[in-house]
T-cell receptor, first 115, second 115 residues
Framework: DVKVTQSSRYLVKRTGEKVFLECVQD?????MFWYRQDPGLGLRLIYF???????EKGDIPEGYSVSREKKERFSLILESASTNQTSMYLC??????????????FGEGSRLTVL | AQSVAQPEDQVNVAEGNPLTVKCTYS??????LFWYVQYPNRGLQFLLK??????LVKGSYGFEAEFNKSQTSFHLKKPSALVSDSALYFC?????????????FGTGTQLKVEL
């Protein structure tokens, strides 16, 4: 089975702190994604990556950055956390679009609270 | 831009009755459509997808979805609901822009199945 592992299920941070959310997948997928989930807004794409050291902005990249140094790992970074970044963060991966239809495999999520 | 809409925030149904969770889409070209389910404090799980072919798609846990091109809809259905089907359901469409393998999600519909 595909496994996408997010390192922290629950985090509590203070305003202004730097926050790292880590995601690892074990299926050798090229594509990895970070979404945030908020009630009434569904899932919104923050950043995604098609390959190592490559990144693309999604719909809401402001206040976030990402790092992909290894194929299996995709990190989301909040340089200076703010209260409006309190949310559920979901990591996902998939194999290239040419070889599949776009199905994503999700991690369990990281619930971040910024005080 | 590709988008999906889920017009109902919540759907209530009695156990044993049929259920429908609605989704409409707006795309340029042929749509790749997906349904995912999320149980409390968990990541999203893939239920089913429509790419091409038969308009009735069967998926996991007895769910099915009907693709209707003229109504631009992709409603999720189950003939007989179970209490354990209570969860948050997301419709999604593949976004091909920017060389993409991204999914754009709806806002979600909370399904509550009662005894």
């Amino acid at each position: 089975d595909v496994k996408v592992t997010q390192s922290s299920r629950y985090l509590v941070k203070r305003t202004g702190e730097k926050v790292f959310l880590e995601c690892v997948q074990d299926m050798d997928h090229e594509n990895m994604f970070w979404y945030r989930q908020d009630p009434g807004l569904g899932l919104r794409l923050i950043y995604f990556s098609y390959d190592v050291k490559m990144k693309e902005k999604g719909d809401i990249p402001e206040g976030y950055s990402v790092s992909r140094e290894k194929k299996e790992r995709f990190s989301l970074i909040l340089e200076s956390a703010s209260t409006n970044q309190t949310s559920m963060y979901l990591c996902a991966s998939s194999s290239p679009g040419g070889s599949n239809t776009g199905e994503l495999f999700f991690g369990e999520g990281s619930r971040l609270t910024v005080l | 831009a590709q988008s999906v809409a889920q017009p109902e925030d919540q759907v209530n149904v009695a156990e044993g009755n049929p259920l429908t969770v609605k989704c409409t889409y707006s795309v340029s070209g042929n749509p790749y459509l997906f349904w995912y389910v999320q149980y409390p404090n968990r990541g999203l799980q893939f239920l089913l997808k429509y790419i091409t072919g038969d308009n009735l798609v069967k998926g996991s846990y007895g769910f099915e979805a009907e693709f209707n091109k003229s109504q631009t809809s992709f409603h999720l259905k189950k003939p007989s609901a179970l209490v354990s089907d209570s969860a948050l359901y997301f419709c999604a469409v593949r976004d091909f822009t920017g060389g993409g393998n991204k999914l754009t999600f709806g806002t979600g519909t909370q399904l509550k199945v009662e005894l």
